[in-house]
């Protein structure tokens, strides 16, 4: 009988310890993980929704850590004290902490002792919370799982697992520690990734291509394409997959796709898709191609599985069938304060579909005021589907073929119709009722008749509000998202908000109305989301449009061009390392008297035409 490998509980770290241990090289840095643990430490609120800890976030590293918008990738599933979860390489304890929210009985291991330790503090009033500080390669417990995870984990195996295939090894152990019945859930890049063609840089190297140019080695980190990594939990004893799909990535979802969603054909997923931006952690803005817009035909084309920036999978042991999905998609709101924070769901039904809209955390207060006005948030619990085209969508390849301003009118001129047609005569402008706040291009959807239809009313208010509200904060959340149109350059939103009125018989707004606006929807944007944008509205609408993409700020843009900077020289480097190691290697030493002779028949040869050409002889 093999002896149970022993561990000692560490009362002062919080964490289960083996003498034999050794630290995994792995490590945001030593003041960003110092960081971290500080402000645990003397944080009150560690919960997966807590503002405390979002007002902590100042980078990467903590946003990472810190951001309610991790948890969205395991919303969609119900835990519970019924569940027995190990959770396979916890970094820093995020996911941990949400897992043993849930109730369920939680097994952390993290080869790591610091960040062990970090996880530990995440989650120090939860008794159903175990953090193990072990080498996943020699973890030893005699328990079996029912819930096994591995997220942002299996791409990191040959960092903690030495041999010819640390993949398939950690896929191994995985599967030693589950249950007959029970579920792996495995989170990782795609290797393929759109964002990837698209000028993004590898998330783990910050170089260019580096997945796409498959030059991942095996006793360092990889990535996987959908069918190889099909294929290597197959291989591993997982027989029974199922593919999910997180928006922009399974670091921070806000949108998850199923293949049913997919392939319903009474289901548009590439308008939840042309919102979606994907993003660059290493903080380049570099893009070859307007991303939103790319996946409707990759949609069209059944493409999208294969081209999604991350995989969320859920693997079996058993060959039995998986229980039916029968939702599309899930659409999350996290970003905001937590009495705000939405869960949508379109689930299907035949061949029905229903939106469905909860809240995550807490009731919201009857109402919040803001300058005065009552403000209501009224997520529409239960709503038919509405099948069309997305209003806003619909820009995008209006600008991207270069569409000016009376292209734009053109496109606005249904939208503001509408909205003047419930418009009334105030003392200072015209007014809309309250109940419009929404009525947005991006809640908008063009039925199969050709009619706008209004969706998703979440926010109301009880008094009128001005119509240079709605249309200002409906132009400018839309062409934040569009691709950028030469014909609109050094144009500000006010100026083509403006234009466009004129264009279509009505008077221009002023300063005045302008600057309400700017009050108003700043005073919105901190009650929802806890703070308004860092560009104050007012500043937002003097900006040009093609140099602003929400939330991007000015130091933002500064310090990304020192980031793009910083990687080019990285990239230089390499280049001159290859290059050096090309000259190195036998075959170049070899060849070099041919290099040479050929260098001097080439340099024979255009003298001898230069000479022919001087005498007016045309011998070459």
Not at 275 to 281: E, F, G, L, P, V
Not at 480 to 491: Q, R, Y
Request: hydrophobic share 40%.
């Amino acid at each position: 009988m093999i002896k149970t490998r022993s561990y000692l509980f560490n009362s002062e770290l919080k964490i289960w310890t083996t003498p034999s241990q050794n630290d995994i090289v792995y490590s945001d840095g030593d003041s960003v993980e110092n960081r971290l643990l500080a402000v645990l430490q003397e944080s009150i609120d560690i919960s997966s929704a807590s503002v405390e800890l979002r007002s902590h976030i100042i980078d990467w590293p903590s946003e990472y850590h810190f951001s309610s918008i991790r948890h969205n990738l395991l919303r969609p599933f119900t835990f519970g004290q019924s569940n027995h979860i190990l959770e396979l390489g916890c970094g820093c304890g995020a996911i941990t902490r949400y897992l043993g929210e849930c109730g369920a009985t939680v097994v952390a291991v993290e080869g790591s002792r610091r960040r062990a330790t970090i996880a530990a503090e995440r989650c120090r009033d939860l008794r159903n919370v175990s953090v193990y500080c072990d080498n996943i390669a020699e973890f030893e417990l005699p328990e079996r799982f029912n819930v096994v995870t591995l997220i942002g984990v299996l791409e990191y195996a040959g960092l903690f697992i030495t041999g010819d295939d640390p993949v398939g090894e950690c896929l191994r152990i995985a599967h030693s520690f589950l249950a007959d019945d029970g579920i792996l859930i495995v989170a990782i890049e795609n290797q393929l990734g759109l964002k990837y063609f698209n000028g993004c840089r590898e998330d783990h190297t910050g170089i260019l291509y580096f997945g796409i140019h498959g030059l991942y080695e095996s006793s360092s980190l990889v990535t996987f394409g959908k069918r190889e990594l099909e294929s290597r939990l197959c291989a591993a004893g997982f027989g029974n997959t199922n593919f999910f799909y997180p928006f922009p990535d399974y670091k921070l979802p806000n949108l998850i796709l199923t293949d049913e969603g997919i392939t319903h054909a009474g289901f548009r997923p590439a308008d939840l898709l042309s919102r979606n931006a994907s993003r660059d952690y290493t903080g380049s803005t570099r893009r070859v191609f307007h991303e939103n817009m790319a996946w409707l035909p990759i949609t069209r084309n059944g493409l999208l599985p294969e081209l999604a920036n991350s995989f969320l999978v859920l693997a079996r042991k058993s060959m039995t069938s998986n229980t039916p999905v029968n939702w599309l998609a899930r659409l999350y709101n996290t970003e905001r304060l937590p009495d705000f924070a939405t869960e949508t769901v379109f689930q299907s039904k035949g061949d029905t579909i229903i939106v469905e809209k909860r809240l995550l955390f807490h009731q919201t207060p009857q109402h919040n005021l803001i300058k005065g006005l009552h403000l209501y948030h009224h997520p529409s619990s239960h709503a038919p589907y509405v099948f069309g085209r997305l209003y806003a969508a619909e820009l995008h390849p209006i600008l991207a073929r270069g569409g000016d301003v009376a292209d734009l009118a053109k496109w606005a001129r249904p939208w503001i119709e509408r909205l003047i047609s419930e418009a009334t005569q105030g003392p200072n402008g015209k007014m809309l009722s309250g109940t419009w706040l929404d009525a947005i291009p991006s809640n908008f959807v063009r039925d199969i008749s050709g009619n706008l239809v209004l969706i998703d009313e979440e926010w109301q208010i009880e008094e009128p509000i001005p119509f240079a509200w709605v249309l200002t904060r409906g132009f400018i959340y839309t062409l934040t998202t569009c691709p950028a149109s030469p014909s609109l350059s050094g144009l500000s939103f006010k100026d083509a908000i403006n234009q466009v009125l004129v264009l279509l018989g009505h008077p221009p707004f002023t300063d005045a109305d302008l600057k309400a606006t700017a009050v108003l929807e700043d005073a919105l944007q901190k009650t929802v989301n806890g703070q308004p944008h860092e560009i104050g509205f007012a500043e937002l609408i003097e900006r040009h449009i093609n140099s602003c993409r929400l939330p991007l700020t000015i130091s933002e843009e500064n310090s990304n061009l020192h980031r793009e900077i910083t990687l080019l020289h990285k990239e230089i480097a390499m280049l001159h390392g290859e290059i050096a190691r090309v000259k190195s290697t036998i075959s170049w030493k070899i060849t070099k008297p041919l290099r040479f002779f050929a260098f001097l028949w080439r340099w024979i040869t255009i003298l001898c035409c230069k000479r022919n050409t001087n005498t007016g002889k045309h011998l070459c």
